[in-house]
């Protein structure tokens, strides 16, 4: 007979995968799932976790958020606790390095699994002038190397023209280096017009297409047909393209302004024309004075919105290089976003994500689970968006689902609370109502970083990028 370490007893188990949706209970031997079965004699179980009115769900797979990156008003490491307070149990950094990602976990980690994209951040990670072919390929191959799962386009500034996004994507495809977007080139912007190029930067290679949501706010033509458009355009690339929305209203940005106070990113400029500020350093001031704008900082371990003077103050100590946010995406675009779907059933955005983790907006478990208590969602729909969808996303075939044999990550709701209750990571609580009971964290890497990753001292889980829905079928 076998002897569980743990029996999660009782609760509504929803496993898209394998179509569970019912009351059963989980068995966990050695971190990994061993049964789940309608009743499991609790006499055979070390231990027993009374889950009984609540909803288990593979656990939670954020694909687009923040725990390594390069800001100096606010510490991203904090993202890791702020993600497992929120439900997460593994998550996608957009933009770091191999040595923050790596840092972070040691000083903050809170048991998350965590792989980390390579930031292309011109002028802080890699220079703003052109890039050649030499080039890319050695960036791209020293990301992997540092032990990060990829790269991540930050698009919008030079040298992002057309040409040299295209080099990136396909010397990325071509080093299977899972490479994501934040869309706009030189040429568009970080909007509509961005996801226009998205067919003649991918050509017939693969990318990670971030925040969908977030280039629907209507910039560029009504926000209806800006989703309707951004929708069509990733559904005929269909098989090339993973992708994610996130649920919350603030953005994340930089108030970054160049030497003539010009307003340098493209996202807070279209923020600022939104309302008609001037793209200015003085047009910045003036909206966070009317309380639009404001400015990420930290207290204690906490990071939150800053409004009013106190903004200001940040913002004019950090000579208008901080993290800005502003409330500019539109609920009825994150809700298109999660719920469309193509003529054969499939979702075609794969994921919602958060774009939070050290940004204090992780909304995705609750929004959605809240889109499942208003019907626009099944429960099975809802966990295959925040995890199995995410899993395949990335490769993690031991994740996303609670097969014999799968890792035991678990998310437990609690829908009478509409909130995550607990989660587990490998079959160990890592938060508990609120409480984060885990720590440090295990490396999720390409191949070519298992070097690094070994030699970190942290635990690791080397990936296999063809497993990936990324590059599933790709031979170029
Ligand atoms: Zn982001």
Redesign the pocket.
Known sequence: MTTFDLILSGGAVVDPKNGLDGRADVGIVDGKIERVEPELDPTTASDIIDASGMWVMPGQIDT???VAGLSRNWDPALGHGMLARAGTTTVLD??GTGQTLIDGIKRRGAGLNVAGQFGLIPGLTIPMGDLRPGAVRRIVSDALRQGCFGV?ILGGYNPFTPETTARVIGESNRQRAYVAF?LGTTESGSHLGGVREIPGVVGSGRLHV??VNSYCRGVVADSTEECDEALSIIESMRGQLNSEA?HAIQN?TSGRCDSDGAVMADVPRNCLRLRGYATTIDGLRQSIRDGYGSVVAQKGGQVYYARGDEALNLFDKGRSNVGMSFPVNLPSSAFRMATAKNDDGEFTIDAV?T?G?S?PRNVAVQSTMALVQFGALTRLEMAEKLSLNPAEMMGLTAKGHLTPGADADITVLDPNRNQPDMSLVAGRLIMHKGRIVGSGGTLLVNPIGEHTAKSSGLPYQVVDPMASKLYAGYAN
């Open positions: 687009h958020a923040h957009m933009g991540k934040h971030c925040h996130y994340g994500s774009d983790g940004h």
